[in-house]
Each structure stands twice: as C-alpha cells, then as structure tokens.
C-alpha cells in the first residue's frame, strides 16, 4: 500500500516539474494569443528544467532544497489559478484518468520487476548513487564508463531523493512520466470531429504500441524518445506550419534547449545533435540571421561539451574509435554488402519488435497514397535518409561482432527515433476523419 501510495506522490511531483517555471495560465493571462496548448507548456517547462539541472549537475546542491523551491513558486501558481486548473481538469476529465490508468499500470509494473537491466547495473545506477549522495560531475570520474554522458542520471536522483520510500526505481518514474507527457500530448493535435473516446483510443494504441517495459529498467531511450518527439513538435509548429512566426530568435532558442538535452543523454546524443543542426539549416523558414544565429550557438554548445569532456574526463570518448581498422575492412565490397544485410535484417526485425514503426510507415503509405502532403515536407526524407544513415555507419564501422551487437543495441536506437514521426500517424488519422 505505502509503494502505491509513493507513486502517487512521485506522480505529483513530476506534475508539479512540467508546471514550473512558466505557467500556463499566468502566460495566457498576459499574452491573449498564445498559440501554445497546455501539454506543449509542460512540453517546454521539462525542457528548460532539464537544461537547469544540467547547470546544476556540475555544482553541489541540496536536492531536496531545490525540490522545496520549485513545490513553492508551481504552489503559488496553484493557488492563484485554482479554478482555471480544476476547470482544465474536469474538461479533460477521461483523458486525465486514461493518463493516470496508464502511468500507474506501467509504474506498478516497474516496482514490480525492482531490478534493474544490464546498461543500468554496469553504468548508469553508479552515476545516479553519485548525484543521490550530493555529488556532481567531478565525483564520476573513475566510474565504469565515466565519460558517458549523465543527464539521464541526474534526474533519476533527483526524484529518487525526492520520493517518500526512497527507492531508486521511484526516481525512474521521471522517464515514464515524460514519455507519456508526448503521447498525450497529441490529443490537442487530433481533429475536432474526433470524440473524445475516439481521442482516447487513439492515444491509448500510440501508448500500448510505443511501450516497452524492459526500456524501463534503467535505459534512457524514453528520455531520448521524448527529445525527437518534442524537436519535431516545436520544429514543425516553427518553421513548417509557420504557427509561432516571429521576429524574434525564440523559436531558435526553444530548439537548441531541446537539442542540447541530446548531447548530454546519450553518446549517440551527440550526432543526433549534428543532425538536427543540418536538418534546421536546410529545412527551417527562416531568415539567414536567424540561421546563423542557430550556426553560432550550436558551435558554442558543441564547444562547451568538448571542454567539459576534456576538463573533467581527460577527452571526449567514445565506446570505439571513430577511425578503426574496421573502417578499411569495409573497402572490401563482399564484405560491406554482408554487413548491410545483417544490419538490414535486425533493422526489420526492430520494426517489428516496436510495432510504433508499423503504424508510421502505414501512415506514411496511406498519405502519400491518398495526398501530396509529403510534397513540401522534404525535411522527412532528409530525416529519414540522415539518422537511417547514421544506424547504418555506427554498426559498418564498429569493430565488434555485429552478430552479437546489432540485436541487443540496433532495436533501441530505432525506437528512439521514432519519436520524431509519431505526428505522421496523427496526420494520417486527420485526414482520413477528415475526408468523412
């Protein structure tokens, strides 16, 4: 009863996290025509929270002493906005009890299992014991895979510090609440002529679809999904359907808040970092100062990344050299073209094992079949053919028995990236309620 109980109140507290700082009704109050919904402030808020954090993790903070400042200012807020809040909640009412039906059936399931998997065990679960004792980057180093990045860890403390049993698995909850935080998300970009059961269906099948309780074992491939899935949202809403023109360089910065999360996640987070770059040059609508404007930054967070490697870690280190003896062995062509089709197969394989994939390609069929709404949205292919790409070059290049590491690493990378196409389903659902 009392691990019910704490996950109740972990639930609060992750809700309290996405209110804070900025506030949804506070910010319609004083700006009338916001165009950001309820979900896309939560959206941002853990956005700019995590980029918070990030800054925090390189100094010694009382973690509960941040918690009390963020409960107080988002309880304020509360208070003041009372009646808009309960008026949001009952409006929403069955969507608000799919969500919880939803959280608690995935978090009883993890308390359930306890345990932790392997990449958790042999890394991560050492990183987190260092920030839940008060430490910070400086105190990783030594660790097993050190040079990992750590943002992922920091937040699992914190709310594993946070939580009223302190247990660890509490803390990890984090990354089930924002992944859920995307998938309902989409109810606002669902078409009007959907009921609100139809809505709910809709989302429930994204969710079934979309989960895996192994990846919640200590992976971070949630916290990843939810940073494709919140660059394609801002991205799209910025500089495709032009939603939130402006002449300003906010947009830009929202995306390189979203972006940064990339670098310090994962040690793939750094290419994907890359990518995004690429995609925003050649696809944004936006003026040259703009993009230069986005150039600059990129290059100085790129930097500030290296440094911090250096600084701390020696050098910026990666599971493989970058140029290895595998890289020449792929010269050879029979070899290479074996490769592609062991990487091809388990590609197939994790279409299959995430069936997510499946309803996107269906969706991407039944658009192209049925509109030309691909026609100017080039960025999809470019997005496509950039991180498909990318899979591709990590496993050919890799000195490893890609027999032995594609099938246990590949699915993961894969889903991960899914996050950033999921509106392709809802498009395609759009369209076809649409037609009717």
Known sequence: MIEIFSIL?????????????????????KIH???????????????????????????????????????TYTFFFFIIFKKEYLNLFKKNLYLNLTYGICFYSVAILIVKNGYLEYDALAHWIHKVKVFYQGGTVSNLKGLNYDYYPHLGSYLWAFFWKNSLIQNEYLGRLFFLYIFLISIFSINSKLSKKFSNFEKIL???????????????????EYFLFFCFYCYSNFFYNFYISNKFSSNNYLPEIIILLTSNLFIWTKQEGLFYFIIFGVLFLLHSKRQGLSKVFYFLMSVGLFLYFIFIKNYYFGSVEFNDEIINSETFKNLQISY???????????????????????????????????SNYLKNKNYIYTYFLLMFGFVYAIFLNTPNDINWLVPITLNRLVFAQSGFLIFICVEMLNRLKNRN
């Not at 109140?9 to 109050?29: A, D």
């Not at 950001?36 to 918070?52: A, D, G, P, R």
């Not at 490769?339 to 197939?348: A, G, L, P, Q, S």
């Open 202 to 220: 809709i989302i429930f099948l994204i969710f079934y679809l979309s989960t895996n309780i192994y990846l919640f074992g200590g992976y971070q």
């Open 9 to 29: 109140l972990t639930l609060i507290s992750l809700f309290i996290f996405s209110n804070f700082p900025l506030n949804y009704f506070y910010l319609k109050k």
């Open 33 to 71: 025509s916001i165009e950001y919904t309820f979900s896309e402030i939560q959206l941002l808020n853990i956005i700019i929270n995590c980029n918070i954090f990030l800054i925090l993790s390189f100094f010694v903070i009382n973690l509960n002493l941040i918690f009390i400042i963020i409960l």
């Open 336 to 370: 290479l073209i074996s490769k592609i089709i062991i990487i091809t197969k388990y590609f197939i394989i994790s279409f299959f094992k995430y069936p997510i994939w499946i309803l996107i390609f269906l969706s991407l069929i039944v658009i192209k079949t049925n």
